[in-house]
């Protein structure tokens, strides 16, 4: 198992740098949706309210990419390594979730 990952406990320690790396992009996701609540009371044409969402969309995709290389690269392949192939399926139904 590697060593970052605890079996059990489903924790994942996490560097500094990717607690920032990810931190920020979910508080960009945040940023972004509280300008389009002022623009709904502010009462903004739809199609403009529709672009932004579509930024918090690309925003959250984002953070998920980052999420997902760090967890292949990091649990999944020490898992592997370790012989719990296993994690294989818990990897490929959250992919199916992710994707729906």
Same mark, same amino acid.
Request: hydrophobic content about 35%; overall charge positive.
């Given at each position: 198992m590697a060593e970052e990952c605890r079996e059990g406990t489903r924790k994942k320690v996490r560097?500094? &740098? !990717?607690?920032? !790396?990810?931190?920020?992009r979910l508080r960009r996701a945040e940023g972004q949706i509280r300008g389009i609540e002022k623009m709904i009371e502010e009462d903004a044409y739809c199609p403009d309210i529709f672009i932004q969402v579509s930024a918090v969309s690309n925003a959250l995709n984002s953070f998920n990419r980052e999420l997902? &290389?760090?967890?292949?690269?990091g649990c999944v392949v020490g898992d592997i390594k370790d012989g719990r192939e296993e994690t294989i399926d818990e990897l490929m139904k959250m992919i199916h979730k992710l994707m729906k």
């Amino acid at each position: 198992m590697a060593e970052e990952c605890r079996e059990g406990t489903r924790k994942k320690v996490r560097s500094n &740098e !990717q607690k920032k !790396q990810l931190i920020t992009r979910l508080r960009r996701a945040e940023g972004q949706i509280r300008g389009i609540e002022k623009m709904i009371e502010e009462d903004a044409y739809c199609p403009d309210i529709f672009i932004q969402v579509s930024a918090v969309s690309n925003a959250l995709n984002s953070f998920n990419r980052e999420l997902l &290389e760090c967890h292949v690269r990091g649990c999944v392949v020490g898992d592997i390594k370790d012989g719990r192939e296993e994690t294989i399926d818990e990897l490929m139904k959250m992919i199916h979730k992710l994707m729906k």
